[in-house]
């Protein structure tokens, strides 16, 4: 199909569009100029970044998104070291975290993965007796199966007792993809898991082995990392390198359409028409499906079907001589089933010394409330999301002070859902838009939520690209003069 007067490229390298400026897309466009590329990045809004974001409150600085990135694995760190954010990586100053199960704060169990835990032991209080016994007869249930997939809290419940589901899993998990742990795909969200069960006739032994592979790698780097001032100050980092080295980004410039045409694509946005030898579409799974409708039918209706939760961000600010009995460590989690309405609390300034400095007489925390279904939730006005966080707060900690200061910040279809089947839909869409020329998807809705993984992603796409015939002979032709 052919393309109305598109603007044509300049010079012989090949030029690619990257949709969307979360961290994904600024990913792209990173990967691509390193290999040659020249890039335009598009988005919609008036800002950078999707759901990494930097604020303040109080004069603070926070995150009113996500705050920390996995750092065991190296995609995150390493973008982040070398747009300059080396020197202001930041494990956090403590680890140490709490559930609130009916109404009582217990440590976090160790010796888990994702909540699944290798025994019972460890359990004691947080599980009533039945629950901690019925973990230990699970190897009376015969030897595992989890054929091509399967929900990991029906699995969990099934093996080890929906105790264990409703009080850990939920809230560890459940947490991070603001989902439903009955839902969520054990394939998608922890292969690490589903790729042990294949081999070993007990869910006990599989996490073991998971946790003993890892002790035979002993670490001194922490988990997690966050960055000075805040990990929404990393797409800002990547932003400005891409714009140095001549990548061009528009913010406000939301894409209308995209279509094939001789050379490559024509990609429409409401103020002209822009020729791409190559696209990387790094924008939500609903947008991508608009705008694959006519060229790829089947690769649309699959993206159509990723569904997508909600949720807020309540962040207070208040004065440090109002607080006493705030419990140690760095924040709880809430598990649904107890019907409360914040489903964490994060105490910032505990978790990051740089909140802790930079607001001395202040401290900082967060609550979140929504996740899949509880949209509703969400509705209410600012204040009331404010007092529902403060009696919970109250209930589990006694917390008794007054905030001087608030945020809501609201994640509307912010965290796409991995329900059972996710990785097949996944195959399906990739197949589909291999079929079109030079064109690759990218982000949350395919391989992860987290920050790394949506890194990861977009490498992969810009690398696919890159390697398209037509784009690689203009790259080498391009080196050669």
Known sequence: MSSPNPTPPAGPAPHVVVVGGGIAGLAAADRLLSAGARVTLLEATDRLGGKLMAGEIAGA????????MLARRPEAVDLARSVGLAERLQPPATASASVWSRGELYAMPKGHVMGVPADA????????????????????????????????????????????????????????????????????AVPQLFEALRTHDS????????????????RDDAVFT???????????????????????????TPVLALTRTAGGWAVRTDQEIVAADGVVMANPAWSASAL????????????????YASMALVTMAFRR???????DGSGFLVPPVDGRAIKAATFSTRKWRWVDESAPDLFVLRTSIGRYGEEDRLQH???????????????????????????????????????????????????AVAKLPALRLCGAPYDGVGIPACIASARRAADEIMATPTLARGTDRDAGQ
């Open 61 to 68: 600085p926070v995150d009113l998104g996500a705050e920390s």
């Open 121 to 188: 032991s460890a359990l004691a209080g947080l599980l009533s007796a039945e629950g901690v016994a019925r973990i230990g007869r699970e190897r009376d249930l015969g030897p595992v199966a989890v054929g091509d997939d399967v929900s990991i809290g029906e699995y969990v419940a099934r093996r080890l007792g929906r105790e264990v589901v409703d009080r850990l899993v939920e809230p560890l998990l459940g947490g991070v993809y603001a989902g439903d742990a009955y839902r969520i795909s054990m394939r998608a």
């Open 203 to 218: 869910m006990l032994d599989a996490v073991r082995a998971i946790r003993s592979k890892a002790a035979e790698q002993p």
């Open 226 to 252: 966050g960055v000075d001032g805040g990990v929404g100050r990393l797409p800002g980092a990547v932003a400005d390198s891409v714009r140095a080295r001549g990548g061009d980004i528009r913010t406000e």
């Open 292 to 307: 694959l409708a006519q060229e790829s039918p089947a690769a649309s209706a699959e993206l159509a079907g990723i569904e």
């Open 321 to 327: 001589a109002a607080l006493t009995g705030l419990p």
């Open 381 to 431: 006005e600012d204040a009331e999301l404010v007092e529902v966080s403060l009696r919970d707060l109250g209930a589990a900690t006694g917390l008794a002070a007054r905030p001087v200061a608030t945020e809501v910040t609201r994640w509307i279809g912010g965290l796409p859902q991995y329900p059972v089947g996710h990785p097949a839909r996944v195959a399906r869409i990739r197949e």
